[in-house]
């Protein structure tokens, strides 16, 4: 983690790096599935730890919107190794 910087600040970092380039080969494309898939587990892991914040503070349905939220990024990790798993097992067919 750089020098002064939150792991949210961080994980804002990877994903405007990610926008800045489109993969234009297999290559390319396999490791920024790759990369696509830490940030959302990286994202999920962070809505869940809000969601806990907000459960012992008592804060009922800022917990349940926020778990929902965690429940969905969790959703879009999955969907991301499905993505990757399948176009890297075809290409090295």
């Known amino acids: 983690m750089e020098a002064g910087l939150s792991e949210l600040d961080e994980l804002l970092l990877e994903v405007s790096r990610l926008s800045d380039v489109a993969p234009s080969t297999p290559s390319e494309l396999v490791a920024h599935l790759a990369r696509l898939k830490k940030v959302a587990a990286r994202?999920?892991?962070l809505l869940l730890s809000v969601a806990e914040v907000s459960s012992s503070l008592?804060?009922?349905?800022?917990a349940a919107a926020?778990?929902?939220?965690?429940q969905r990024a969790e959703q879009s990790f999955?969907?991301?190794?499905i993505a990757h798993s399948t176009y890297q097992s075809r290409r090295s067919r």
């Open 43 to 45: 994202w999920a892991d």
């Open 58 to 62: 008592g804060e009922a349905r800022t």
């Open 66 to 70: 926020v778990e929902i939220a965690f």
């Open 78 to 81: 999955v969907e991301l190794e």
